[in-house]
């Protein structure tokens, strides 16, 4: 009877904080508490099998495992909490919300749980890296009713759990920029369509904006394909490292370390269709190629997270396999990519 009675206790206190938390899930963030739960729930299950009974032993150890794990997440909170924080990231770097007065915001809790002081100036690339721009605070994002969302979201989660696609503004048709949050895309002569933001969801529910037909430059349209976001005042901040890869070139870098995954498998695509033009590639030959490059493209979206990116493994996978590849097909040496 005393074991069943301890248990009750131990499950009714468990329901306190766990009510408190869902208002403040932002905390959980901080990767102390992680610890400290997990360092709690193991000196507790050792304290509650001791304390028990020669019988009890085992059940002893889990309510002292509860115990312990409840007062070594409350020990481990920290100072910061949701009445200071932005929002966080989660740990596939999407951007979740958070109430908060304007004076009283003082910084947010990373993709890793921890605190960082000040507005997120930055955005997570396609492989989980923190990116820092030279944005001030005043542009790298802007507030919706009382809620901060940074410039390079494209969008953030509400405390409910409510997905909201969304920009720091739009520029209209006389190349003006009205700063403002809209929801909407570019068609391909840079007008705005107001509505439905341009992208789709991935397996795992995530939002995945499409790349722009283009973007404005200081007020005027630059058609092509871009990736990127518009900061609170309307300058544009490419995310798709085509500066990078073009800064590899200038460096005397060769064109294949230059090229992203994307734009070798297009490359490799192009050169298969006419390795089967030329003839230079026979029907098997072509088969093969083109079930090899779906095999590679299968695999690279399954190794990538829910927000697209690609790690430093999951990189070095494709990239090995996308070489042997290369090197089966026989065209132009100087086509190799």
């Known amino acids: 009877m005393r074991i069943q009675t301890l248990v009750a206790g131990a499950c009714a206190a468990a329901l306190i904080p766990t009510v408190a938390l869902a208002q403040q899930t932002c905390e959980q963030r901080q990767s102390t508490r992680v610890v400290g739960t997990l360092a709690g729930a193991g000196i507790g299950?050792?304290?509650?099998?001791?304390i028990a009974g020669h019988g009890d032993r085992g059940q002893g150890a889990v309510i002292g495992g509860v115990a312990g794990a409840l007062i070594g997440n409350q020990a481990?909170?920290?100072q910061p909490d949701c009445a200071r924080a932005y929002g966080f990231y989660d740990n596939h770097g999407d951007w979740h919300a958070n109430t908060v007065a304007q004076n009283d915001a003082a910084g947010y809790f990373d993709r890793n749980g921890a605190w960082v002081e000040g507005a997120p100036r930055g955005y997570y690339a396609r492989d989980g890296q923190w990116t820092q721009t030279n944005s001030d605070a005043s542009t790298g994002g802007y507030y919706v009713n009382n809620l901060w969302v940074p410039a390079s979201a494209g969008g953030y989660y509400t405390q409910d759990g409510l997905w909201v696609a969304t920009a720091s503004g739009h520029y209209d048709q006389a190349g003006r920029w009205v700063a403002g949050p809209t929801t909407g895309r570019y068609n391909a002569d840079g007008r705005w369509m107001a509505g439905q933001a341009?992208?789709?969801?991935?397996?795992?529910?995530?939002?995945?904006?499409?790349?722009?037909?283009?973007?404005y430059d200081n007020g005027r349209w630059v058609r092509g394909e871009a990736v990127g976001y518009y900061d609170a005042r309307g300058q544009w901040m490419a995310t798709d490292g085509r500066a990078q890869r073009?800064?590899?070139?200038?460096?005397?870098?060769?064109?294949?370390?230059?090229l992203s995954i994307d734009d070798r498998q297009a490359r490799l695509a192009e050169r298969i269709?006419?390795?089967?033009?030329?003839?230079?590639?026979?029907?098997?030959?072509?088969r093969h190629a083109r079930q090899t490059l779906a095999s590679i493209e299968r695999q690279e979206r399954s190794l990538r997270t829910r927000q697209g990116y690609l790690g430093p493994r999951g990189q070095a996978i494709i990239t090995a396999r996308l070489d042997g590849l290369s090197?089966?097909?026989?065209?132009?040496?100087?086509d190799i990519y």
Do not use: C, F, M
């Open 246 to 258: 073009a800064d590899y070139r200038r460096d005397g870098h060769s064109d294949r370390d230059a």
């Open 273 to 286: 269709n006419r390795g089967e033009q030329s003839g230079k590639l026979s029907r098997s030959e072509v």
């Open 327 to 334: 090197q089966t097909l026989r065209t132009d040496v100087s």
């Open 198 to 215: 341009s992208g789709r969801r991935d397996a795992n529910g995530a939002w995945i904006a499409d790349p722009q037909p283009g973007y």
């Open 76 to 78: 481990t909170k920290g």
């Open 45 to 50: 299950a050792l304290a509650g099998s001791a």
